[in-house]
């Protein structure tokens, strides 16, 4: 039913008629308080003073959880540096998730501030999520990957599990525990280090006893004997996390160039303007034949070479002008965008030049936008596009949570990360996981010579030929359970380019991009962190819930 609410005046309520559900104070099941808990603050305000003096002077800085909190709010709802501010000054949670002890009017510092703190952070970023992603996984069962070697967990035994709890404080622990104890075993299992280590000592009695030398690789094996048992999945994969570019073209680019250096003689021309002739730079003749090219539905290969040869022609006069000017004219005049892009100018030519000459469209470090020239064109092979142009990344998954492995603005084969990878897995972890789930381009001889050796189970089929009678059902069953279980890093990188924009970077400088890109990682294991807590304390309340029995 409607009722029309005359009484008020354009029917807005006034401020002090507003109602606060939560009585003055802050719910404590609010999403931002329980987020505040999981963030190692502490830890992270460690390496943040070593962008200060040590000094008693100039104005006080703003604390970590400040800056930290802020970038978190902005990847975690998508917003801009101006709105971000004005939502944090509008929400009394978001104001005690940065550290404030009372609600605000204000905003807690200026906008420009927070492209200072994705430049200094950018350490401090990796580092905090290691820490919340190694905790978590430490922490929680993941119920999506099952069992560690690779096995499944019944919905029967899962809530079998969850009754056999005794009492409230052991909960947290039993609730995963018993479950991983009661997991069913794979069809084929994987070569744990224990094995490992026991073949080892079964190879040093045979030489103890016959006198003979052991072999290069058993040599290795009994030197390199584990102690500890492989235990958990790793998932593998890499993406790229695109800039936000225009899809670049030679002409475009060449274009650009043109119209930056105009600015460019214009500015050095100013200060002597009526007593020197100003050069001459054909800049509407060269508009009218870059737009005669650029309407055109399908222009022709040829159209196009002979558009490109006129842009390098006012490119390169353009250029030698400007080196003229500054024979009399020093470039202190230029701001400092304007001499970095000329700079960027400069090279974009060369290679330009190059590849005209060469009648080829590949060069090395070859520049696709001259705002950000660090960006390089990525080959993906993928359906919805075979050139990406952004950084590379190398991202690890285990029981649910994502690390950073490697980012780089050069393409580089991913195969090359695992063993890292790997490595980074048994630091975090204790020992060295049982099974490695990664694609087709990660088994190659050195990965899978060193998963054999470390006694991990690497997915997907052996080198060589088939067998003949082809593979059995248990080996095609395992199979189908890896490319299954393989999928959820895909799921993750999906998560964080529909839901936190790692489709589209919207950073400009190299070091931000990398501090965004990290961010976004960082605010995904979060919010899983949070959606497992929510879980268990769900299960907690259905536990205490009276059963009522019908009659």
């Known amino acids: 039913m409607y009722k029309p609410t005359v009484h008020l005046e354009n029917q807005m309520i006034l401020p002090d008629d507003f109602f606060l559900p939560f009585g003055g104070k802050l719910d404590k099941e ?15 305000e460690k390496n943040y003073g070593q962008f200060f003096k040590d000094t008693f002077r100039g104005q006080h800085t703003l604390s970590l959880r400040m800056g930290l909190g802020a970038l978190i709010i902005q990847e975690r709802m998508q917003l801009t540096d101006r709105e971000t501010l004005a939502s944090i000054s509008e929400n009394p949670y978001m104001q005690y998730f940065i550290g404030l002890a009372g609600f605000e009017m204000k905003p807690p510092f200026h906008h420009s501030m927070m492209t200072h703190f994705r430049k200094r952070l950018k350490d401090v970023l990796a580092e905090i999520n290691e820490i919340v992603a190694t905790e978590g996984a430490k922490e929680w069962k993941d119920d999506d990957e099952g069992d560690a070697n ?29 479950a991983k104890a009661q997991a069913v075993k794979p069809a084929i299992p994987a070569t744990t280090e224990q094995a490992l280590a026991e073949q080892a000592q079964e190879w040093a009695n045979e030489q103890a006893s016959a006198n003979e030398p052991l072999s290069t690789d058993r040599q290795e094996l009994v030197t390199e004997a584990p102690l500890t048992p492989n235990a958990g999945t790793l998932l593998v994969d890499a993406s790229c996390a695109p800039a936000d570019v225009a899809y670049p073209t030679d002409l475009n680019l060449l274009n650009e160039a043109r119209e930056k250096l105009e600015g460019i003689i214009d500015t050095l021309h100013e200060p002597v303007v009526g007593k020197a002739t100003k050069p001459r730079t054909y800049r509407e003749k ?106 590379k990344i190398a991202v690890s998954m285990t029981k649910g949570y994502a690390f950073l492995d490697r980012i780089s603005w050069d393409n580089f084969n991913e195969s090359t990360t695992l063993i890292e990878a790997i490595e980074k897995y048994r630091s975090r972890m204790g020992c060295y996981p049982a099974v490695v789930q990664a694609d087709q381009i990660y088994r190659t001889r050195e990965n899978r010579n060193f998963c054999k050796q470390h006694g991990i189970r690497l997915s997907g089929p052996a080198l060589g030929r088939p067998p003949k009678d082809g593979q059995t059902n248990e080996q095609r069953h395992l199979a189908k359970q890896d490319a299954g279980e393989r999928n959820a890093i895909e799921g993750k990188f999906g998560e964080g380019k529909r839901k936190y924009g790692l489709d589209r970077i919207r950073a400009r400088l190299a070091q931000t991009s990398e501090s965004v890109i990290t961010l976004q990682l960082l605010v995904m294991n979060l919010e899983r962190r949070l959606r497992v807590l929510f879980c268990f304390i769900f299960s907690i309340l259905l536990r205490r819930r009276p059963t009522i029995i019908f009659r």
């Not at 999403?31 to 992270?44: E, I, M, N, S």
């Not at 919905?155 to 018993?178: L, P, V």
């Not at 060269?286 to 842009?311: D, E, F, H, N």
């Open 150 to 178: 690779g096995g499944g967990i019944s919905s029967k035994r899962k809530r079998a599990s969850k009754k056999s709890a005794s009492s409230d404080t052991a909960e947290q622990q039993t609730m995963f525990d018993d």
């Open 30 to 44: 609010n999403r931002w308080v329980q987020l505040a808990k999981l963030v190692p603050w502490a830890h992270a």
């Open 286 to 391: 060269a508009r009218k034949q870059y737009l005669a090219v650029s309407k055109q539905r399908r222009p022709g290969p040829k159209v196009i070479r002979k558009a490109i040869r006129r842009q390098l022609g006012y490119v390169g006069r353009n250029l030698a002008i400007i080196a003229e000017q500054a024979k009399e004219q020093p470039l202190t005049l230029l701001s400092r965008k304007a001499c970095r892009d000329l700079l960027v100018i400069h090279e974009l030519y060369r290679q330009q030049l190059q590849m005209y000459n060469g009648r080829t469209h590949q060069i090395e470090d070859r520049i696709v936008s001259i705002h950000q020239p660090h960006v390089r064109p990525i080959v993906r092979g993928k359906a919805k596009a075979r050139v990406e142009f952004g950084a």
